[in-house]
Protein backbone atom coordinates (compact mmCIF):
# COMPACT_ATOMS: atom_id res chain seq x y z
CA UNK A 1 0.00 0.00 0.00
CA UNK A 2 2.95 2.42 0.92
CA UNK A 3 4.43 1.41 -2.44
CA UNK A 4 1.29 2.54 -4.25
CA UNK A 5 0.95 5.76 -2.48
CA UNK A 6 4.13 7.03 -3.22
CA UNK A 7 3.69 5.80 -7.07
CA UNK A 8 0.25 8.07 -6.90
CA UNK A 9 2.37 11.06 -5.51
CA UNK A 10 5.24 10.74 -7.61
CA UNK A 11 3.41 10.48 -10.54
CA UNK A 12 0.83 13.53 -9.91
CA UNK A 13 3.98 15.40 -8.83
CA UNK A 14 5.63 15.28 -12.46
CA UNK A 15 2.46 16.06 -14.02
CA UNK A 16 2.01 19.58 -11.76
CA UNK A 17 5.64 20.06 -12.64
CA UNK A 18 5.47 19.47 -16.32
CA UNK A 19 2.05 22.01 -16.52
CA UNK A 20 2.66 24.59 -18.98
CA UNK A 21 0.53 27.83 -18.29
CA UNK A 22 0.02 27.60 -21.41
CA UNK A 23 -1.67 30.02 -24.51
CA UNK A 24 -5.17 30.30 -22.94
CA UNK A 25 -3.48 31.58 -19.51
CA UNK A 26 -1.27 34.54 -21.90
CA UNK A 27 -2.67 37.51 -22.32
CA UNK A 28 -1.09 37.08 -25.72
CA UNK A 29 -4.13 35.84 -27.59
CA UNK A 30 -6.48 38.84 -26.89
CA UNK A 31 -6.62 42.04 -29.48
CA UNK A 32 -8.89 45.11 -28.28
CA UNK A 33 -9.69 48.24 -29.87
CA UNK A 34 -7.59 51.20 -28.90
CA UNK A 35 -9.47 54.50 -28.57
CA UNK A 36 -9.14 55.65 -31.75
CA UNK A 37 -10.55 52.24 -33.53
CA UNK A 38 -7.37 50.25 -33.93
CA UNK A 39 -7.04 47.04 -33.22
CA UNK A 40 -4.73 46.19 -30.72
CA UNK A 41 -3.14 42.77 -30.36
CA UNK A 42 -1.85 42.03 -27.50
CA UNK A 43 0.75 39.62 -28.95
CA UNK A 44 2.49 42.24 -30.32
CA UNK A 45 3.85 42.65 -26.54
CA UNK A 46 5.53 39.33 -26.13
CA UNK A 47 9.23 39.81 -24.18
CA UNK A 48 7.60 43.03 -22.64
CA UNK A 49 6.39 43.63 -18.74
CA UNK A 50 2.74 45.03 -18.82
CA UNK A 51 1.13 47.20 -16.69
CA UNK A 52 -2.89 47.22 -17.11
CA UNK A 53 -4.36 49.88 -15.50
CA UNK A 54 -8.48 50.75 -15.63
CA UNK A 55 -8.72 54.55 -15.88
CA UNK A 56 -11.27 57.46 -15.07
CA UNK A 57 -10.71 61.17 -15.65
CA UNK A 58 -12.78 62.83 -13.15
CA UNK A 59 -12.06 61.23 -10.17
CA UNK A 60 -9.24 61.46 -7.04
CA UNK A 61 -7.01 59.15 -8.59
CA UNK A 62 -6.99 60.73 -11.66
CA UNK A 63 -3.76 62.97 -11.12
CA UNK A 64 -2.20 59.10 -11.08
CA UNK A 65 -2.11 59.65 -15.29
CA UNK A 66 0.48 61.87 -14.82
CA UNK A 67 2.61 59.33 -12.59
CA UNK A 68 1.79 56.65 -15.05
CA UNK A 69 3.13 59.09 -17.43
CA UNK A 70 6.26 59.43 -15.71
CA UNK A 71 6.64 55.79 -15.18
CA UNK A 72 6.09 55.37 -18.59
CA UNK A 73 8.37 57.18 -20.07
CA UNK A 74 11.22 55.94 -17.26
CA UNK A 75 10.72 52.34 -17.97
CA UNK A 76 9.40 52.16 -21.67
CA UNK A 77 13.45 51.38 -23.23
CA UNK A 78 13.34 48.64 -20.96
CA UNK A 79 10.86 46.42 -22.27
CA UNK A 80 8.01 47.98 -20.09
CA UNK A 81 4.69 49.29 -21.18
CA UNK A 82 1.32 50.90 -19.71
CA UNK A 83 -2.12 49.86 -21.29
CA UNK A 84 -4.81 51.57 -19.83
CA UNK A 85 -8.29 51.03 -20.33
CA UNK A 86 -10.87 53.66 -19.46
CA UNK A 87 -13.83 52.85 -17.68
CA UNK A 88 -17.34 53.96 -16.43
CA UNK A 89 -17.98 51.73 -13.75
CA UNK A 90 -17.77 53.10 -10.77
CA UNK A 91 -20.10 56.16 -10.19
CA UNK A 92 -20.04 57.68 -13.88
CA UNK A 93 -16.32 58.65 -13.43
CA UNK A 94 -15.51 58.40 -16.99
CA UNK A 95 -18.67 59.59 -19.10
CA UNK A 96 -17.62 60.52 -22.44
CA UNK A 97 -16.83 58.42 -25.30
CA UNK A 98 -14.03 57.66 -27.01
CA UNK A 99 -13.48 60.60 -29.27
CA UNK A 100 -13.76 63.36 -26.08
CA UNK A 101 -11.35 60.60 -23.93
CA UNK A 102 -8.51 60.69 -26.71
CA UNK A 103 -8.79 64.16 -26.29
CA UNK A 104 -8.35 64.77 -22.44
CA UNK A 105 -5.71 62.18 -21.91
CA UNK A 106 -3.74 63.01 -25.22
CA UNK A 107 -4.16 66.56 -25.04
CA UNK A 108 -4.33 67.12 -21.05
CA UNK A 109 -2.34 64.63 -19.91
CA UNK A 110 -0.11 63.92 -22.38
CA UNK A 111 -0.11 60.26 -22.40
CA UNK A 112 2.36 58.78 -24.68
CA UNK A 113 1.37 54.91 -23.59
CA UNK A 114 -1.84 53.35 -25.48
CA UNK A 115 -5.28 54.17 -24.54
CA UNK A 116 -7.78 51.39 -25.47
CA UNK A 117 -11.55 51.97 -25.83
CA UNK A 118 -14.01 52.39 -23.10
CA UNK A 119 -15.09 49.15 -21.64
CA UNK A 120 -16.64 47.33 -18.89
CA UNK A 121 -14.18 46.11 -16.15
CA UNK A 122 -17.15 44.65 -14.12
CA UNK A 123 -20.56 42.98 -13.81
CA UNK A 124 -23.52 42.05 -16.69
CA UNK A 125 -21.00 43.72 -19.11
CA UNK A 126 -17.37 43.38 -18.64
CA UNK A 127 -14.85 42.90 -21.35
CA UNK A 128 -13.45 39.69 -22.11
CA UNK A 129 -10.12 40.57 -21.10
CA UNK A 130 -10.87 42.22 -17.40
CA UNK A 131 -12.64 38.51 -17.13
CA UNK A 132 -9.85 36.91 -18.10
CA UNK A 133 -7.62 39.42 -15.83
CA UNK A 134 -10.01 38.96 -12.59
CA UNK A 135 -10.73 35.04 -12.74
CA UNK A 136 -7.96 32.71 -11.87
CA UNK A 137 -9.91 29.67 -14.12
CA UNK A 138 -9.09 31.99 -16.71
CA UNK A 139 -5.56 33.76 -16.00
CA UNK A 140 -4.18 30.53 -14.20
CA UNK A 141 -2.62 32.41 -10.82
CA UNK A 142 -5.56 34.79 -9.63
CA UNK A 143 -8.83 35.95 -8.56
CA UNK A 144 -8.71 39.93 -7.95
CA UNK A 145 -11.77 41.46 -8.99
CA UNK A 146 -11.45 45.59 -10.17
CA UNK A 147 -11.64 47.29 -7.11
CA UNK A 148 -12.62 51.04 -8.15
CA UNK A 149 -10.92 53.50 -10.60
CA UNK A 150 -7.14 52.32 -11.04
CA UNK A 151 -6.96 49.08 -10.15
CA UNK A 152 -3.45 47.81 -11.54
CA UNK A 153 -2.53 44.53 -12.94
CA UNK A 154 0.95 43.28 -13.24
CA UNK A 155 1.59 40.95 -16.46
CA UNK A 156 4.77 39.29 -16.73
CA UNK A 157 7.17 39.00 -20.05
CA UNK A 158 5.66 35.82 -20.88
CA UNK A 159 2.38 37.36 -21.03
CA UNK A 160 0.56 35.67 -17.24
CA UNK A 161 -0.90 37.63 -14.73
CA UNK A 162 1.88 38.10 -12.16
CA UNK A 163 -0.11 40.53 -9.51
CA UNK A 164 -3.17 42.71 -8.80
CA UNK A 165 -2.83 45.83 -7.08
CA UNK A 166 -5.53 47.90 -5.37
CA UNK A 167 -6.21 51.50 -6.86
CA UNK A 168 -4.80 53.37 -4.16
CA UNK A 169 -0.95 52.17 -5.38
CA UNK A 170 0.75 54.65 -6.64
CA UNK A 171 2.66 53.73 -9.86
CA UNK A 172 6.22 54.49 -8.64
CA UNK A 173 5.27 52.21 -5.37
CA UNK A 174 8.66 50.14 -4.10
CA UNK A 175 7.08 46.78 -5.41
CA UNK A 176 6.29 48.33 -8.80
CA UNK A 177 9.36 50.14 -9.45
CA UNK A 178 11.74 46.86 -8.14
CA UNK A 179 9.13 44.69 -10.08
CA UNK A 180 9.70 46.54 -13.15
CA UNK A 181 13.59 46.36 -12.48
CA UNK A 182 14.07 43.25 -12.07
CA UNK A 183 14.90 40.96 -14.92
Keep these: MKILFIFLYLIFSINFLAQDPGEENSI ?41 QELYERYKDRNFIIIAFPANDFF ?32 DNIHPIYDFLTHKSKNGNIDAEVKWNFHKYLIDRNGYVFKSLNPGTKPFDPEIVEWIEEN
Design 28 to 68: YRFSVMDVQGNEFDFSCLEGEKILIVNTASKYMFTPQLNDL
Design 92 to 123: NREPKGNEKIAQRYYKKYKISFPIMSKISVKG
